[in-house]
């Protein structure tokens, strides 16, 4: 890894953020010969999940094997990968200066932030040690591995749509109302039709057996055998060094319910302050890791070309002056 003492002037863009997103701007950047350094806490939200899907060509990888090429592919790049935690940042005469946990900083002329997000699970005990290996959110990045197995769908504001999406790839799919807003008669007419079974009690605890789950245990004490499970969590953006900027957090709304927070940006991850980007879950919370990684390099490209523009600007400038 590289150590701060190690960057003697600015580098041209600091981004915030070592996953895919953050990782994918940086080969961008790397490749249009541009000084990065990639500052990365190093906790990516994946990382309890043994593999990614819906990566063409690397389908089935590691999330944790993926950061590792990625920082190898940027670093051939010549992007330095500095470890450590981006607590705040400020706004310098020639760009932005990040200020580090341990109290270290590093300027650049260009800010990507690409932290992503924090899941907020329900609190039931036994569901979050279970978090991204048979307790899932998302049918298109772990669906197939729980096919025609008996699934649960824990209620939340996104329940009526969970629930038909898993639907696609078995029929042993029951809902649990626990928290759930109450359903609508056209939501459990479509249950019904769909053969989703819907229990209104709320889940007390998640058995596990012999490493795996078994099923859950209501409040009533029945218990309703399952071999995985599915949340809704509530998507926390991880913005803390945008807010610093002046950058406020939108809520997310689904069905007049807030699924969580991001960062609103343009496109191409532009900010509404001048030469921050976003990209990656931080922005699009909904964003599968394929499609963070486009994002990467979106406003990596877009980075490129604010910098160019301001370079021609420069030059432009001083050729005038020299006719003068």
């Not at 709304?253 to 980007?277: C, F, K, Q, R």
Request: negative net charge; proline residues 4%.
């Amino acid at each position: 890894m590289t150590s701060l003492t190690s960057q003697q002037a600015p580098v041209e863009v600091i981004i915030v953020g070592g996953g895919v997103a953050g990782l994918s701007a940086a080969v961008a950047l790397g490749r249009s010969r541009r000084s990065v350094v990639v500052i990365d806490a190093g906790d990516p939200r994946n990382a309890p999940a043994a593999h990614s899907h819906n990566y063409l060509t690397r389908d089935g990888e590691s999330p944790l094997e993926l950061i590792r090429l990625g920082r190898a592919e940027a670093q051939h790049y010549g992007a330095h990968i500095l470890e450590g935690t981006a607590r705040s940042a400020s706004r310098t005469e020639t760009g932005f200066e990040v200020t580090l946990a341990d109290g270290s900083t590093v300027e650049g002329r260009r800010l990507l932030v690409t932290t992503g997000l924090t899941d907020v699970l329900p609190s039931i005990p036994g569901l979050s040690e279970r978090w991204g290996r048979d307790v899932l959110h998302c049918p298109y990045c772990h669906g197939w591995e729980v096919r025609d197995r008996a699934i649960g769908i824990i209620g939340s504001a996104m329940t009526a749509h969970q629930a038909q999406m898993w639907r696609q790839l078995t029929d042993r799919v029951t809902v649990f109302s626990h928290t759930a807003p109450e359903f609508t008669a056209e939501q459990t007419q479509r249950f019904t039709a769909r053969g989703i079974e819907v229990v209104d009690e709320a889940i007390a605890r998640v058995d596990v057996e012999n490493d795996a789950i078994v099923g859950v245990k209501l409040g009533s004490g029945r218990q309703v055998r399952l071999e995985a499970l599915v949340v809704g969590p509530a998507f926390s953006s991880r913005a803390d060094i945008l807010v610093s900027l002046g950058l406020d957090t939108t809520e997310m709304v689904m069905n007049d319910h807030v699924l969580g927070t991001y960062i609103e940006a343009d496109p191409v991850g532009a900010t509404s302050v001048p030469g921050v980007w976003v990209a990656g879950n931080v922005a699009t919370p909904m964003d599968t890791v394929v499609a963070a990684s486009a994002a990467g390099v979106k406003a990596g490209a877009a980075i490129n070309g604010d910098l160019i523009e301001e370079e021609v600007r420069a030059a432009v400038e001083s050729a005038r002056a020299t006719v003068r």
